[in-house]
Every structure is written in structure tokens, then in C-alpha cells.
């Protein structure tokens, strides 16, 4: 089994190392397993919240909590530790996600749920950085990204419908989280399939690199974009209501999202490579602006369902370009593996920024304040752009 090796030079289409297909695949498979929450949020918190584990504010916190950790954990793995060892780090990682979902499974308080879920966070954002360090170092890392959101969406998808028809209504939140950690514990045999060693990106100056004008406007504009997300999302339900539309069908439109974000993955994938960055952003962020025009305006139950669906195709649709946006920021691909984090960041801010605005039984604000936020992705990609070309124009 080949390997990458610190210092060795990339072969085709790899910048450094040249993993095997089932190395990449592994990979992948590994920071899908630290992204399986996003989906099954929606099913496990709800269902702790059913049981009276928790309320509903209890609930916004531990989700938050967990997305920040997130992000905070893929940072820290992708910037402060090395490369190498990856096989041991990978099982060392998955062992304590596997502990933190039985934790969660017999946690009792908001407290301790929360607790467990920010540890939780913590080792699926290291799981994270195990895939996105290797798509890094891809001359296709555009593609790679994009096989990486269609993995872990199906896996999404496929565990959300075993957790609702069948373990939930049998064994409550506590067999939902036990199901994950046996994903966790099943997933050890890939963690040593993938490379053993990640071959050294050059990383002489890495603050250097991320300090720049054009890394933290691209940073920024990812960040900006996944608010927009992440507030509409986390308050689509009494958004339906306040119109009129029960919350079985917001479950329904919810179930129907994860579906449609895997057909946005696949169709990015296939045209990564046919459309600017800089176009795909610029249209994805208007199409955002127009959903979130829609969604506070009142709409129907058709609308309704219309605005939603095409805001989960463009969510994971946009992903490839972001990649795109960070490497052509950073050419060292440092920027690149902040992504993750900044996207994570952007749905874990996102809800939080948009209750502050809400009046009452009035969520009409949450949708007006993503609206204002894909404006500002876009206009940061336009400032990328200016500074980009000034750059350039004094080189």
C-alpha cells in the first residue's frame, strides 16, 4: 500500500504524496464521519427535546456549542499539529467521538449535554481536518471537495432515515447516539487505509499567509455566506408556523433538504471546472438573497417549499468554488484549510446573530438578516477581487 511521505513530490494530480484511490476514499470517509451530526441534528436534538431531556433553548446552545467545537477543533488540528501519524490520530479521534455519543446517551441536564457535544465537537472537527488536509494537497482539490460534501451528505441522508423509521421510535435519542458511536467504532478499519504520513505542504509563514488581505476576505465571504444558511435553517420551523405551515411539513421540507443538497454536491462536481469561482459565488449569493426576500415576505406553502429546496441545492453547490476562492487567496493552501472552520462558524454565529433581532412571535427578521449576509459574502468576494488585481497590478 502506497503512502504518502513527508517530502515527497507530488505525482499527476497531487501537489505532494500520491495516495491510491482507496486512500483518498478513506479519508474522506473519515472527515464524513466528524460531519454526520449536521445532518442528524434536526433528528437527535428533536428527539432529545421530545423526551423533556432538554428545552428549547437548551437545545439552540447545545447545537451551537457543538458546531463551534467544530470548528475550533478542524482549526487546531489543521494549523497547529502535524501531518503525520494520521492512521493513529484518525482511531485516536473516532475513539473519542465514539465515548462522547455514549456520554450523550446517558447525559442527564442541559449542562452535561453540552458538555458532551462540545467534546463531541472537538473530535469531529479533527476528523474534519483528516480529509480536508489531504484535499489541500490536490491540484483538483475543487473536485475532491465536492466528491467529499456528496460523501457525507449520502451518509447524512441514509443514517437520518435509519435513526427516524426505525432506532429512535425503538430506543429513543439515547439508541441514536449509541448508532453513531458505532459508526465511530465500525470506522477504525478505514482509519488504516489512509495514508500513514501526509506529504508537508509549505508552511514557512503560515500567519503570514492567513494575515493577508485577500486570505481573510475569502475567510470572511465563506464565513458571511454560511450565516445566511445557518439562520434561516435554524429557524425554519416558527417561520413556517408564523405562515401558516404545520411542523410536520417543516420536517417534511427538512428530509426533502438533505435529499436535494446531494443532487447541489453532485451537479457541482460535474461543473466545478466548467464556471469561475467568481461567477458561481457572485449567482449563488444572489440566488440567496432571493430566497431569503421570499422566505420574509410571506409566502405560501408552495413558496415556501420552493425557497427552501433551492436553498439546500445551492448550500452544498457553492462548496467546490469556496475551495477555489481560499487556494487562489493562498497559494500555499494554508487558507484552504480554514474552510471548514469558517463555514462552521458561519452556521454556528449565524442563528445566534439573527435571535437578536427577533420581536416577539415576529421571525421576519431572521430571513431579512440572511439576506443582509449573503450581501455581504458577495461584496467581500468583490473586495477579494479589487485587492486581488491591485496586488498584482504592483507586482
Known sequence: MTSTNAGYTGDGDWLVGNPTSGQLASALWIGSVGLLILGLQPVLLGALYTEGHISGDGLA???????????????????????????????????????????????????????????????????????????????????????????????????????????????????????????????????????????DLPKDENLANMLTVPSITALLSVFCYFMF????????????????????????????????????????????ARIDYRLAIT?????????????ASGPGLTTFWVAALVMGFILLFIVPYQIRLAITADETRTAVLLVPAAQLFGLAIGPIAASLLIDGKDFRPVPEFAAASAVASVALLGLFILVSRRRRAVA
Open 229 to 272: 444558511f445557518g439562520a434561516v435553517w435554524a429557524f425554519l420551523e416558527p417561520l413556517g408556523a408564523q405562515f401558516g405551515i404545520d411542523g410536520r411539513t417543516v420536517g417534511l421540507i427538512v428530509s426533502a433538504s438533505l435529499a436535494v443538497q446531494v443532487l447541489g454536491a453532485t451537479t457541482a462536481t460535474v461543473f466545478e
Open 61 to 199: 446552545l447545545v447545537a451551537t456549542a457543538e458546531m463551534i467545537a467544530i470548528a475550533i477543533g478542524s482549526a487546531i488540528v489543521a494549523m497547529l499539529l502535524s501531518a503525520h501519524k494520521i492512521r493513529w490520530k484518525s482511531a485516536a479521534l473516532l475513539l473519542l467521538l465514539a465515548l462522547a455519543n455514549v456520554w450523550t446517551a446517558y447525559a442527564a441536564g442541559a449542562n452535561t449535554l453540552m458538555a458532551a457535544r462540545a467534546l463531541a465537537g472537538l473530535a469531529e472537527g479533527g476528523l474534519v481536518a483528516v480529509a480536508t488536509e489531504l484535499i489541500a494537497r490536490s491540484r483538483r482539490a475543487e473536485r475532491i471537495g465536492g466528491y467529499f460534501v456528496t460523501m457525507q451528505t449520502l451518509a447524512q441522508c441514509a443514517l437520518a432515515l435509519l435513526l427516524a423509521l426505525y432506532v429512535i421510535p425503538a430506543a429513543g435519542s439515547a439508541g441514536g447516539f449509541i448508532v453513531l458511536a458505532i459508526v465511530c467504532v465500525a470506522s477504525l478499519v478505514v482509519a488504516f487505509i489512509v495514508p500513514a504520513d501526509y506529504a
Open 283 to 295: 449567482a449563488i449569493g444572489a440566488v440567496a438573497l432571493a430566497c431569503s426576500l421570499v422566505l
